[in-house]
């Protein structure tokens, strides 16, 4: 390949310099510069050459890259089509394991069945002699064998009658143990919808968020019971291609059927509850949205008051410490993001944090703060989270505990706040 290439090069050279050697001596007859032409149109053609080289090798070099990754690639997918070709030789192994087994079981009941034929042929020639014998008897005798066969048969039936019972009994003893199971899961279901919908009433703004999520999740649900249904199928077809000619496979074949069918009875029982309390949720907000398009009675001078000092209480309180106490702050004072964060801070979020801070287990006092807020304690924290988030640039609660904590780092200003709130109330409690 290297002698061919320098041969063609050589060619090349000889043409180009026999073509710019003859056109530069028709016009002049100079020899010498004919010759220097010459020379330089080969240069300039080996050059030509050479860059033309250098930018094939660069083409093919990208090109050799780039079928190198697509040979990664390849491989790639092909060490994935071997793994799943792995994993179904694997199930194929299985199932014919599955099926010997059930091949041998076949065998065995055979021969359970010829081990009985040949007792019944045994019990028949013996029962032949009897015969015989019996007819030698007397009359007398045989009068008192069909009494002994009748009672035997009447004995017979009873026992019969009575395992039939008692299996009937048993049977609907774990009937009636189901029943009472699935009634107490109903009653607990049935407790915490009441529970659910009579926070429905005080949670509106949080309940469209939550009917979007539990939308996804019934969504996200139907989408598995829908593979769950097709890998059932899939289950279904292959034990009846293994169980075709087998009439115990069957029975059990049924009894799935069954269970399927009484799935899809629950399914659509729940889809149907789905059904009720989504048009009940409906209905409720219906009935908000109506309640707050009802003209509201104006609020009182006092009522307006006792609101803003709820809401926002210490903006005026704080003016008034200010126009009061005309000198430097003291050492201890909270820093300026603290105090700006202190004074957005309503009072019942105030609160929390003091509960939080002071009892061992603040979960119950931070419900009820909640619950007369007509809120949750979890959006209540995450609305501290939020404002500290906004001023501070940090969270100062953790709830990754069963109970909410505040960080080491930030508990000498919660006490400042708390203490600031604290003197604050007993001013104004003095004041007014």
Same mark, same amino acid.
């Given at each position: 390949?290297?002698?061919?290439?320098?041969?063609?090069?050589?060619?090349?050279?000889?043409?180009?310099?026999?073509?710019?050697?003859?056109?530069?001596?028709?016009?002049?007859?100079?020899?010498?510069?004919?010759?220097?032409?010459?020379?330089?149109?080969?240069?300039?053609?080996?050059?030509?050459?050479?860059?033309?080289?250098?930018?094939?090798?660069?083409?093919?070099?990208?090109?050799?890259?780039?079928?190198?990754?697509?040979?990664?690639?390849?491989?790639?997918?092909?060490?994935?089509?071997?793994?799943?070709?792995?994993?179904?030789?694997?199930?194929?192994?299985?199932?014919?394991?599955?099926?010997?087994?059930?091949?041998?079981?076949?065998?065995?009941?055979?021969?359970?069945?010829?081990?009985?034929?040949?007792?019944?042929?045994?019990?028949?020639?013996?029962?032949?002699?009897?015969?015989?014998?019996?007819?030698?008897?007397?009359?007398?005798?045989?009068?008192?064998?069909?009494?002994?066969?009748?009672?035997?048969?009447?004995?017979?039936?009873?026992?019969?009658?009575?395992?039939?019972?008692?299996?009937?009994?048993?049977?609907?003893?774990?009937?009636?143990?189901?029943?009472?199971?699935?009634?107490?899961?109903?009653?607990?279901?049935?407790?915490?919808?009441?529970? @659910? !919908? #009579?926070? %429905?009433?005080?949670? &509106?703004?949080?309940?469209?968020?939550? +009917?979007? $999520? /539990? *939308?996804? =999740?019934?969504?996200?649900?139907?989408?598995?019971?829908?593979?769950?249904?097709?890998?059932?199928?899939?289950?279904?077809?292959?034990?009846?291609?293994?169980?075709? @000619? !087998? #009439?115990? %496979?069957?029975?059990? &074949?049924?009894?799935?059927?069954?269970? +399927?069918? $009484? /799935? *899809?009875? =629950?399914?659509?029982?729940?889809?149907?509850?789905?059904?009720?309390?989504?048009?009940?949720?409906?209905?409720?907000?219906?009935?908000?949205?109506?309640?707050?398009?009802?003209?509201?009675?104006?609020?009182?001078?006092?009522?307006?008051?006792?609101?803003?000092?709820?809401?926002?209480?210490?903006?005026?309180?704080?003016?008034?410490?200010?126009?009061?106490?005309?000198?430097?702050?003291?050492?201890?004072?909270?820093?300026?993001?603290?105090?700006?964060?202190?004074?957005?801070?309503?009072?019942?979020?105030?609160?929390?944090?003091?509960?939080?801070?002071?009892?061992?287990?603040?979960?119950?006092?931070?419900?009820?703060?909640?619950?007369?807020?007509?809120?949750?304690?979890?959006?209540?924290?995450?609305?501290?989270?939020?404002?500290?988030?906004?001023?501070?640039?940090?969270?100062?609660?953790?709830?990754?505990?069963?109970?909410?904590?505040?960080?080491?780092?930030?508990?000498?200003?919660?006490?400042?706040?708390?203490?600031?709130?604290?003197?604050?109330?007993?001013?104004?409690?003095?004041?007014?």
């Amino acid at each position: 390949m290297q002698s061919v290439i320098i041969s063609n090069r050589m060619i090349l050279g000889i043409i180009a310099f026999s073509v710019s050697f003859g056109l530069s001596l028709v016009p002049k007859w100079d020899f010498n510069q004919a010759f220097v032409t010459g020379v330089i149109t080969v240069v300039a053609t080996y050059a030509a050459a050479l860059f033309v080289d250098k930018r094939r090798r660069s083409h093919e070099l990208l090109i050799l890259t780039s079928l190198r990754k697509r040979i990664k690639e390849m491989e790639g997918l092909k060490s994935r089509i071997v793994r799943e070709i792995e994993q179904i030789e694997a199930h194929r192994n299985l199932l014919y394991a599955e099926s010997q087994q059930l091949q041998n079981q076949i065998l065995e009941c055979r021969k359970q069945r010829d081990s009985l034929h040949r007792d019944l042929g045994n019990f028949a020639s013996q029962k032949k002699q009897l015969e015989t014998e019996l007819n030698i008897l007397t009359t007398q005798i045989q009068t008192v064998e069909e009494n002994h066969k009748e009672l035997n048969n009447s004995l017979s039936n009873l026992n019969t009658e009575k395992r039939r019972l008692e299996l009937h009994f048993n049977t609907s003893r774990a009937e009636i143990n189901q029943l009472q199971t699935q009634i107490n899961q109903l009653q607990q279901e049935k407790q915490e919808l009441e529970n @659910n !919908l #009579t926070l %429905l009433g005080r949670i &509106k703004p949080q309940l469209e968020e939550k +009917l979007y $999520q /539990l *939308r996804l =999740e019934i969504e996200n649900l139907e989408t598995t019971k829908t593979q769950q249904n097709q890998q059932l199928i899939d289950i279904t077809y292959q034990k009846e291609s293994i169980a075709a @000619n !087998l #009439t115990a %496979l069957q029975t059990q &074949k049924s009894a799935q059927q069954t269970e +399927l069918q $009484q /799935l *899809r009875n =629950e399914l659509a029982v729940l889809q149907q509850e789905r059904d009720i309390l989504q048009n009940q949720v409906w209905e409720l907000l219906q009935q908000i949205e109506n309640f707050n398009q009802e003209p509201q009675p104006e609020n009182t001078p006092v009522e307006a008051e006792t609101e803003n000092n709820e809401l926002f209480p210490f903006a005026d309180l704080l003016a008034t410490l200010d126009t009061e106490n005309n000198s430097s702050a003291p050492p201890d004072s909270l820093p300026e993001t603290w105090q700006r964060f202190f004074q957005q801070l309503p009072g019942h979020e105030l609160q929390v944090l003091k509960a939080i801070l002071e009892q061992d287990n603040p979960n119950p006092a931070i419900k009820k703060i909640a619950e007369s807020h007509i809120t949750m304690p979890n959006l209540l924290i995450d609305e501290i989270n939020e404002r500290a988030s906004n001023m501070i640039g940090e969270l100062i609660i953790s709830t990754n505990l069963d109970k909410p904590e505040i960080d080491a780092e930030y508990i000498m200003n919660v006490r400042k706040m708390i203490a600031l709130y604290e003197n604050l109330i007993a001013k104004q409690a003095s004041s007014n």
